[in-house]
């Protein structure tokens, strides 16, 4: 599976960005997805995650209510809706695929990386 994500740019703080990532490869639709985000000197840390079917959702706390993923397996992309967006909510942003369908918060359980989008929210 190959990920190309794409969306990002610079917002003022409270508005709105919505975040894109694009799959190659027959096995998307049976992968786990995750967005995860690294802020300028700081760990990647994790964001949202959904299940195979798009039916289950999972968020860290700091974004949950904020923040929305969705996919749509038809067209083999994932997406990140960003509402009321913070200064602290700027980092690199990058989509990830678990083909055990696990929704983990780790970073490791996931073997598939796109190349990242930034996101810059001005205060």
């Known amino acids: 599976v190959q990920l190309q994500a794409s969306g990002g740019g610079l917002v003022q703080a409270g508005g709105s960005l919505r975040l894109s990532c694009t799959a190659s490869?027959?096995?998307?639709?049976?992968?786990?997805l995750g967005w995860f985000r690294q802020a300028p000197g700081k760990e990647r840390e994790f964001v949202a995650a959904?299940?195979?079917?798009?039916?289950?959702?999972y968020y860290a706390g700091s974004v949950k209510g904020r923040l929305a993923i969705s996919r749509d397996n038809a067209k083999n992309t994932v997406y990140l809706g960003m509402n009321s967006l913070i200064p602290e909510d700027t980092a690199v942003y990058y989509c990830?695929?678990?083909?055990?369908?696990?929704?983990?918060?780790?970073?490791?359980?996931?073997?598939?990386w796109g190349q990242g989008t930034l996101v810059t929210v001005s205060s």
């Open positions: 990830a695929a678990d083909p055990t369908g696990s929704m983990s918060m780790s970073r490791d359980q996931y073997t598939y």
């Open positions: 959904i299940n195979w079917r798009g039916t289950r959702t």
């Open positions: 490869g027959r096995t998307f639709s049976s992968c786990a």
